[in-house]
């Protein structure tokens, strides 16, 4: 024990270049697209560009245990999983023989888990950066692979735009101020801008709702049908977490406040992406919401 079971597939053979891979069977094509279905970094594509995706993936089929990215590698491949889980590790750079005992391997810490629809191996294609975490597979797994220069010509360019994007403005969140980097470059691709007319409804007191929103500019008003407008909200703040912390309708109709010709923008995650990405953000949010409202959700307790 204590040595690397797999040799990790960074230093293997497979070269990270776009080599032209076997024409792929309907089911082979079908099994991608419902792998990149749910995933943000494809959203977007127009056809030509997916057609190039689709064709430049390869399957790689991975044992229990093995190791698929060892941090401090060389980035060759980004990873889409079509089965099974994988665990994420990340070591400090400077900790190294600390609890040998605990972690022969030298892995670090488990920072997340990824599963089905879900991605890794992106970053060290984006920034030309050693690997920043070991990936490992919990189970058997199968993976599809896009090489380096597929990835850097079809995907990046969308990729780091929206990340770039948003990156200041998650910054300036305040509730999002406890996550790492990482996590809100993550939310970054999830997020989806829209604009509001001054007056127009983003959402609607007693309707189900699928949806959180963080402002981006503008001002949003809050009403509730009993006692009209009870608050106005502005750049950095959020709503429409309760409907989803609490699975309940929506508690209150929020729209686009200001003058007639003004806007409201705001950046929308869906409740998957919600759920999964702003973990540690709820119970804050949770406890938060008994503050403001003295609401006891379901979340709370
Ligand atoms: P990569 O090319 O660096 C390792 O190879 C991959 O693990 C990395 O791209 C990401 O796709 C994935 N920090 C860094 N990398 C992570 C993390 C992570 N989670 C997944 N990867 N986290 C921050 C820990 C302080 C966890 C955030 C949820």
Known sequence: AGQLAEQPSDNGSAAAEPSSQPVKTDTQLQRIRQA???????????????RDVLAAMREVQVQPGEVVIQQGAAGDFFYVIESGEFDIFKRELDASTENQAEDPDNR????????PGGSFGELALMYNAPRA????????ATLWALDRI???TILLDHTSRKRRMYETFLLSVPILASLEGYERAKIADALESRTFQSGEQVIQEGESGDEFYIIESGTALVEKSDTGVIGELKRGDYFGELA???????AATVKAGGQAGDKLRVAALGEKAFTRLLGPVREIMARKAGEMYGLTGAYRS
């Open 36 to 50: 990149i279905g749910q995933n943000f970094l494809f959203r977007n594509l127009d056809e030509d560009q997916e």
């Open 108 to 115: 670090g810490k488990k920072v997340h888990t990824a599963g």
């Open 133 to 140: 975490a070991s990936v490992v597979a919990k189970g058997e």
């Open 150 to 152: 597929s990835f850097r």
């Open 244 to 250: 989803l912390l609490n699975r309940a309708p929506r």
